[in-house]
């Protein structure tokens, strides 16, 4: 089973950027069509974006399509997001798993890394 773990995470104005980071043991990773969601204060765990196995296709939630940008490093076990434009609405724990559809595989979520956008 695939381990996560998510950083790079923290408190920024609105406008500015973050890149997060979801590290992922195992040799299976190059495989997975992985993605991100987040969870704002009070509502549910969302889909955010999500990239197939070798970088070729990739989807977006329409709240962030045009402002952040999806990658992965299959020779680092590495999924990023890099968020630009960042809104205060946008303030959420931030958490990658493997995804189908727009919906998480795994119940085993890693710690999440929390983004907090100042207005």
């Known amino acids: 089973q695939v381990q996560l773990a998510e950083s790079g995470g923290g408190l920024v104005q609105a406008g500015g950027s973050l890149r997060l980071s979801c590290a992922a043991s195992?040799?299976?990773?190059?495989?997975?069509?992985m993605g991100w969601f987040r969870q704002a204060p009070g509502k549910e765990r969302e889909f955010v974006a999500r990239?197939?196995?070798?970088?070729?296709?990739?989807m977006y939630a329409d709240s962030v399509k045009g402002r952040f940008t999806i990658s992965r490093d299959n020779a680092k076990n590495t999924l990023y997001l890099q968020m630009d434009s960042l809104r205060p609405e946008d303030t959420a724990v931030y958490y990658c798993?493997?995804?189908?559809?727009?919906?998480?595989?795994?119940?085993?979520w890693g710690q999440g890394t929390l983004v907090t956008v100042s207005s």
């Open positions: 798993n493997r995804v189908s559809g727009v919906q998480a595989i795994s119940n085993a």
């Open positions: 195992g040799r299976s990773f190059s495989i997975y069509t």
């Open positions: 990239m197939n196995f070798d970088g070729g296709s990739t």
